[in-house]
């Protein structure tokens, strides 16, 4: 039996949906356990490229079961245009994708609540992607949601206009008062284009798979710095983008649980509010945004970049407990003179490497480690042989650093661009 995890250990958009690609071949399955269409996760291969959002990436390879599991939230609409737009370019979606009758939906005033909440908070706005994430996690867990397998119920409708009814109540209450009529014609729509797929009991399904010898590779959304529990809070996502939560987003028990991929840039982005310690705000800063082309692929925002945060790293690996590193965007630090790694925080004057209670940036400093750049256009190659001698002593020092191995180096957006390492 054998499932493994690969997800986030920064603040999201390290690069998963790639790397699930590659290794999709791998596995008998791939499963998304978390979030929503929050998640953007780029692919490119054969000079295409995709954004995926609620369908895991494991949709391009060889066939594979792909899973939407318990613990994702769904947006009926954006799934529709999600599946149309990979059903037009001849992905056969419907045999290989199967979803969760416990997902919860993303009814269109959860979209509002969120804009309208964000509004209320004023200048303490988390900066959400305004999905609905999370009003919709809010209702699962007080117990109000409205479930994919409820559209399949008698009562269905009683049910949606039930919560449908004590949204607008919210909205009324925060000084909104919008015409849903024509979202809500839309919405209802895509839930009964959404019915035509492979609704199943997600849990049963998976655990039969692993029963019978097939493996399973869950993709994480989102990162560990954006967890629920384990993140910046409150500027964080509403789910447990852990190594947990792929338990309790798709049933799977701990003990079946063997690798855990843990996914980083060889620098850092945030995208939203909340505090980043190694942000830069000066030409460094934007060099990296520009030559990473760091903006959002679901909202098109400006990330905000700066050096990696081997404090932030060190704490997810431990959170998640991660037995194989990957590195991506390696290519983006090609043409630096210097690199720079954050090896601690001083905080009130106190130099300290474990995470803090509060990550206020404010009252962080990091403490920096120099190392020299390689000054080496690495875009191009295809085994670590010829990686140049600084990029080897800069992975050196994070190996070192960070206790656990660098498996894969990723050296640019397309497929073809992935490097594994012996180990
Ligand atoms: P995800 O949300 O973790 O799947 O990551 P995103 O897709 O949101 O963001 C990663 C971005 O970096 C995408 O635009 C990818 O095409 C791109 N990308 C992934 N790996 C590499 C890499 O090694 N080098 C470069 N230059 N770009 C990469
Ligand atoms: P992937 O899977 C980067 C951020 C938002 C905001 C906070 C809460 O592509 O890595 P939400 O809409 O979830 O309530 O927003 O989380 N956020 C992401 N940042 N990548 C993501 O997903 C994200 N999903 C949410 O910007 O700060
Ligand atoms: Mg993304």
Not at 101 to 126: F, M, V, Y
Not at 134 to 150: A, E, M
Not at 201 to 225: F, P, R, W, Y
Not at 254 to 278: E, H, L, M, Q, W
Request: proline share 4%; glycine share 10%.
């Amino acid at each position: 039996m054998k499932v493994d995890v690969l997800l986030g250990l920064q603040w999201g958009d390290e690069g998963k949906g790639k790397v699930v690609d590659v290794l999709t071949p791998r596995y008998d399955v791939v499963a998304r356990f978390q979030g929503g269409p929050n998640a953007g996760h780029t692919l490119e291969f054969e000079g295409k490229k995709y954004v995926l959002r609620s369908i895991p990436s494991g949709v391009f390879q060889n066939g594979r079961t792909n899973i939407i599991g318990n613990g994702v939230v769904l947006d009926p609409v954006l799934f529709r245009e999600e599946a149309e737009a990979l059903e037009a370019s001849g992905v056969e979606l419907r045999k290989l994708l199967k979803l969760s009758k416990k997902a919860h939906l993303i009814l269109p005033t959860h979209r509002l609540l969120d804009a309208a909440n964000e509004k209320a908070k004023g200048s303490g706005k988390i900066g959400t992607t305004g999905k609905g994430i999370g009003p919709t996690y809010t209702d699962k867990t007080s117990r109000n949601g409205v479930r994919l397998g409820d559209t399949l119920l008698p009562d269905f409708m009683d049910r949606y206009g039930a919560a449908r009814d004590r949204h607008m109540n919210m909205l009324a209450s925060l000084g909104e008062t919008p015409d849903i009529t024509e979202l809500e014609k839309k919405w209802l729509d895509a839930v009964e284009y959404i019915k035509t797929y492979q609704v199943i009991d997600s849990e049963h399904e998976i655990n039969d798979l692993l029963k019978a010898g097939k493996s399973v590779l869950c993709e994480g959304a989102q990162g560990t710095m954006l967890d629920v529990d384990f993140g910046s809070y409150p500027f964080v996502t509403s789910s447990n983008t852990v190594t947990a939560g792929a338990c309790t987003g798709l049933g799977v028990a701990p003990n079946k649980i063997g690798d855990v991929y843990g996914i980083f840039k060889a620098y850092c982005t945030r995208v939203g509010s909340g505090p980043f310690p190694t942000e830069l705000f000066d030409e460094t800063g934007k060099k990296i945004r520009d030559l990473g082309h760091e903006y959002g692929a679901v909202t098109g925002r400006e990330r905000r970049c700066g050096w990696i945060d081997l404090v932030a790293l060190k704490y997810a690996i431990m959170i998640n407990g991660v037995t194989k590193l990957i590195m991506m965007k390696s290519d983006v630090l090609d043409g630096f003179d210097e690199i720079k790694a954050c090896t601690a925080y001083k905080i009130n004057g106190e130099i300290t490497n474990r995470m803090p209670y509060s990550l206020d940036s404010e009252n962080i400093e990091p403490v920096y480690t120099a190392l020299p750049g390689w000054k080496t256009d690495m875009t191009a190659m295809k085994s670590e042989s010829e990686f140049p001698a600084n990029f080897k002593a800069y992975i050196d020092f994070l190996e070192k650093e960070l206790e656990t191995p660098i498996v894969i180096v990723s050296i640019g957006p397309d497929r073809e661009q992935t490097i594994e390492r012996a180990i």
